[in-house]
């Protein structure tokens, strides 16, 4: 049974920093395209960054420059590293996971994706 499982998040100030982490069972690189996604109250879920079984990753244009995608095979782990925050990142984010396939579409949409961690709260306070 395939599980992701999040942690990090929480409060920061605006231009703080954040990391966010979603550990996947049985294994990672089981998994296809990976991604991150958030959601603001009335507004749909957005993709925020992907990474693909081959390590290529997309980030949206809102965060290109300041947040980062990666994952340790080793440790089963999904990350997002974020930078120089502002109070528009605040939301819910969820780490996903497509079942198969070798590559991220673009734009990285929740259409597709299989698994869902169980998000976590991030505010940025201005």
């Known amino acids: 049974q395939v599980q992701l499982v999040q942690s990090g998040g929480g409060s920061a100030q605006a231009g703080g920093s954040l990391t966010l982490s979603c550990v996947v069972s049985p294994y990672i690189n089981s998994m296809g395209c990976m991604g991150w996604f958030r959601q603001t109250p009335g507004k749909d879920r957005e993709g925020v960054a992907a990474?693909?079984?081959?390590?290529?990753?997309r980030h949206a244009d809102s965060v290109k420059g300041r947040f980062t995608i990666s994952k340790n095979a080793a440790k089963s782990t999904l990350y997002l590293v974020m930078h120089d925050l502002k109070p528009e990142d605040s939301g819910i984010y969820y780490c996903?996971?497509?079942?198969?396939?070798?590559?991220?579409?673009?734009?990285?949409?929740?259409?597709?994706?299989?698994?869902w961690g169980q998000g976590t709260q991030v505010t940025v306070s201005s």
């Open positions: 996903a996971a497509e079942a198969d396939g070798d590559y991220c579409n673009s734009p990285v949409t929740p259409a597709g994706f299989d698994y």
């Open positions: 990474i693909d079984k081959d390590y290529r990753v």
